[in-house]
């Protein structure tokens, strides 16, 4: 080791001196703010360190992601329960508001005619046969629902009558039907006449108001409503509106053709006229 | 219980599911998917399949179950299809064992005819008791007759699976 100081010893000091100068140069040049090593080892060392950090930083996320999976999979489950029972919740609002607003309906209706006593019912199914317009209900006996009993949706609009009836269930045969017939008036002119089921008109979900007198002065767009003879329904109910007028040759079976008010087909929700005082006496 | 009441059991388990499936589809869910505003009937086609692979007891007897359904989805009061489809269900089957082999022509042939007289049985009231114009009753008789007939392949397939169990 002497030995290799002495006779190497001048080519070393020169080394030194020389490197101990680029140093002091260099970090002359930098400002102080890094020495040789780091200046000459940045360029190379700089990818990789960036190459190393993305590596850590992703294993560490994967670690992360393995270690808290459970944990987001649980949160995700009470999520997707919480928005599960948040659309229900929606559901059951929208019922109850729609509901809210058949009511408000109603009683608008049965504040004008207090003498009648509505039973609310669901339509529960159509029947099958192409030849009829019928459909059940959802109470029967039980509820008060008895037979010829009118129904009415929430305006007050008629839609039918009751044509059977069991404990819980009753079938309501529309205003289409061509076994129907209703004592019906013209609102505006107070003309008089029958309107009833008739088959072709049926299929285009219409009726007509038959045995009209030649004096009756009757235009399109005319109210119909039920002129309460006969007892079976009470009156001033809507029945719908004159759409167009029908003229014989002899202008004795002269006939108006009329759009229903209510939506025949589309009801869900009716209501049955249970009672109707007139007077203070009960008819039905 | 015995090998007998075992094979009734049997049949009960296969044919009432089988026809509760067919009313329910006719009485609630094609009272929906009107085309051409009708929606078809199903029920009575059950009947031909029975009276076609089963014989003239076994027509009159899915006839009757199928006639009571069928009254039950028309809100019949009356029990005039009870009548009619267990007639109709004997009737087809005598004529079917003796005269018509057993496939699916006959089968179509026995439908269209059946479907027919139910159209027939539903206008004829309307006809006679409220004077009704028959050309208009006739075009729904067809239109219902058509619109049951694509109906008849699945029922097809149905009726005789059920046969070979009962």
Redesign the interface.
């Known amino acids: 080791m002497k030995d290799f100081i002495t006779k190497k010893g001048i080519y070393i000091a020169i080394a030194a001196v020389v490197i101990a100068i680029i140093a002091a140069v260099s970090v002359a040049i930098s400002g102080g703010r890094g020495d040789l090593a780091s200046m000459l080892s940045q360029p190379f060392f700089r990818p990789l360190r960036s190459a190393m950090t993305a590596l850590v930083d992703s294993l560490e996320s994967i670690y992360n992601y393995m270690y808290s999976y459970d944990e987001m999979e649980a949160e995700n489950q009470e999520l997707r329960n919480r928005v599960a029972e948040l659309e229900e919740e929606y559901r059951e609002y929208t019922q109850m508001s729609q509901e809210v607003d058949r009511l408000r309906e109603l009683l608008g209706f049965s504040e004008t005619r207090e003498e009648l006593k509505f039973t609310p019912v669901s339509v529960i199914s159509w029947t099958a046969s192409n030849f009829a317009s019928s459909f059940t209900i959802s109470r029967g006996s039980n509820a008060g629902i008895e037979l010829y009993d009118a129904v009415v949706t929430s305006t007050g609009y008629l839609v039918g009558q009751v044509t059977g009836v069991t404990a819980s269930s009753a079938t309501v045969t529309t205003i289409l039907d061509t076994t129907m017939s209703i004592g019906a008036r013209v609102y505006e002119s107070g003309g008089t006449g029958v309107a009833q089921g008739d088959f072709q008109l049926f299929l285009d979900n219409k009726l007509k108001m038959a045995y009209l007198s030649e004096d009756d002065e009757i235009i399109i767009g005319d109210t119909v409503v039920t002129s309460g003879e006969g007892g079976l329904f009470p009156s001033d109910l809507v029945i719908g509106y004159v759409e167009s007028l029908v003229a014989s040759d002899s202008g004795l079976e002269d006939y108006a053709i009329i759009r229903p008010a209510a939506d025949i087909n589309g009801v869900t929700d009716v209501y049955v006229v249970t009672e109707t005082a007139i007077g203070g006496t009960e008819v039905r | 219980m015995g090998k007998r009441q075992n094979r009734v059991l049997l049949k009960i388990i296969i044919v009432v599911p089988y026809m509760l499936v067919l009313y329910i589809f006719?009485?609630?869910v094609?009272?929906?998917l009107k085309i051409a505003?009708?929606?078809p009937?199903l029920l009575p086609l059950a009947v031909a399949g029975a009276a076609l692979f089963n014989g003239r007891v076994a027509g009159g007897v899915i006839g009757i179950f199928a006639g009571v359904l069928?009254d039950l989805?028309?809100?019949h009061?009356t029990i005039v299809f009870t009548v009619f489809l267990a007639v109709a269900g004997v009737l087809l089957g005598a004529v079917c064992d003796s005269v018509l082999v057993k496939g699916f022509p006959s089968y179509l042939l026995c439908c269209i005819c059946l479907l027919f007289l139910c159209g027939f049985v539903?206008?004829f009231p309307?006809v006679f008791l409220?004077g009704?114009?028959v050309l208009?009753?006739m075009g729904?008789v067809l239109?219902?007759t058509l619109y049951s007939i694509f109906f008849t392949i699945p029922i097809y397939y149905m009726a005789r699976f059920v046969s070979r169990v009962i």
């Open positions: 006719q009485s609630m094609f009272p929906y505003g009708v929606s009937l069928c989805s028309f809100n009061s539903q206008m309307l409220h009704v114009p208009p009753l729904v239109r219902q």
